[in-house]
């Protein structure tokens, strides 16, 4: 069964501060992994996309990577702001028989502090 | 663009009482998803339609049902209300179905319902 780390659940830095959030997951044959935004009371918003065959992806002053082989994902976050605060989750997408779905961690919830 | 809307926003029901909860997306996305958010348990997917007409169980199926309707709407019915119910819906879709490495999922603002 696929199952969906990250580490730390919360955590808190000062404004500008370069930063990473993991993910760990226990099955490596996944489809993509995605990194998604949640603003409290707010739905996802899908920050990143990794597909299975890719090593990072960019976008802007985030930096997600993917490591299959030792089912690990990390969010790099550079010179963070206070309006990045929000809850990070990550979620694999795996294959099965009717369709696929993801699977989602807890997530991590940043503070950054003014 | 709307994306994914879903309706309503608040629900307070009773145990017992049943509800549909609404959702509809603009995309013209072939797959849809409904999960629910629990504290200290994240989001766990309740049932998908990976294309319209056909359904699926996801991880916590048990006391709900769907409905894909169209390819626009899926709902998701509640026939008789529990407290363990109490959660956050969410409802989400993308572009297309299976094995599509690349595609991301859209989801919408949530329901926020508490049952008595």
């Known amino acids: 069964k696929q199952e969906v780390t990250q580490i730390p659940a919360a955590l808190s830095v000062p404004e500008g501060e370069n930063l990473v959030l993991n993910c760990s997951f226990t099955?490596?044959?996944?489809?993509?992994l995605q990194w998604f935004r949640q603003d409290p009371g707010k739905g996802l918003t899908s920050l990143l996309l990794i597909q299975s065959s890719q090593r990072e992806q960019t976008s802007g002053r985030l930096n997600a990577s993917l490591d299959k082989s030792s089912g690990r994902s990390t969010l790099y976050i550079a010179a963070s702001q206070p309006g990045d605060s929000a809850t990070y989750l990550c979620?694999?997408?795996?294959?099965?028989?009717?369709?696929?779905?993801?699977?989602f961690g807890k997530g991590t919830t940043l503070s950054v502090s003014s | 663009n709307a994306g994914v809307t879903q309706t309503p926003k608040f629900q307070v029901l009773k145990t017992g009482q049943s509800m549909t909860l609404q959702c509809a997306q603009d995309?013209?996305?072939?797959?849809m998803y409904w999960y629910r958010q629990d504290p200290g348990m994240g989001l766990r997917l309740i049932y998908y339609?990976?294309?319209?007409?056909?359904?699926d169980k996801g991880e916590v199926p048990n006391g709900y049902n769907v409905s894909r309707l169209n390819k626009r709407e899926f709902s998701l019915r509640l026939e008789s209300a529990a407290p363990s119910q109490t959660s956050v819906y969410f409802c989400?879709?993308?572009?297309?179905?299976?094995?599509?490495?690349?595609?991301?999922?859209?989801f919408g603002s949530g329901t926020q319902l508490s049952v008595l």
């Open positions: 099955d490596s044959a996944i489809y993509n």
């Open positions: 989400a879709s993308s572009p297309r179905t299976s094995t599509t490495t690349n595609e991301k999922l859209f």
């Open positions: 339609s990976a294309s319209e007409g056909t359904t």
């Open positions: 995309m013209n996305h072939n797959s």
């Open positions: 979620a694999v997408r795996r294959p099965n028989q009717a369709g696929t779905a993801l699977i």
